[in-house]
């Protein structure tokens, strides 16, 4: 069994894709930053949407600031992060930043 570490950066609401490597059960482990609420801006309703070939697999809480999902992956799988919102305060350029850890093993 192969061993697989990796760190993603993303920022503003958007997709980040990642196609694995090989077969394994691979952990995505992200951590969002959010934007606050100024002058009356309201509160961020970021929605993060992980999808395995293009059907959903995990559909967190609007506003949450993580999420953490394992999938089963064949070799070539495409999984995307999605980040989604329809807030005014979610909008601005890099309002919304995201960490995700994608590993295998234990």
Request: charged fraction near 10%; charge should be negative; aromatic fraction near 8%.
């Amino acid at each position: 069994m192969s061993t697989f570490n990796l760190n993603q950066s993303f920022a503003g609401l958007g997709t980040l894709n990642f196609v694995a490597p090989f077969a394994s059960v691979f952990s995505f482990d992200g951590k969002i930053s959010l934007p606050t609420i100024v002058n009356g801006g309201g509160a961020s309703s970021c929605l993060m949407t992980v999808n395995k070939n293009s059907s959903p697999v995990y559909t967190g809480i609007a506003g949450a600031e993580g999420f953490k999902v394992d999938i089963n992956c064949a070799s070539g799988d495409s999984i995307d992060m999605v980040l989604s919102s329809g807030a005014a305060v979610d909008q601005g350029i890099n309002a919304i930043k995201m960490v995700v850890a994608i590993s295998t093993g234990v």
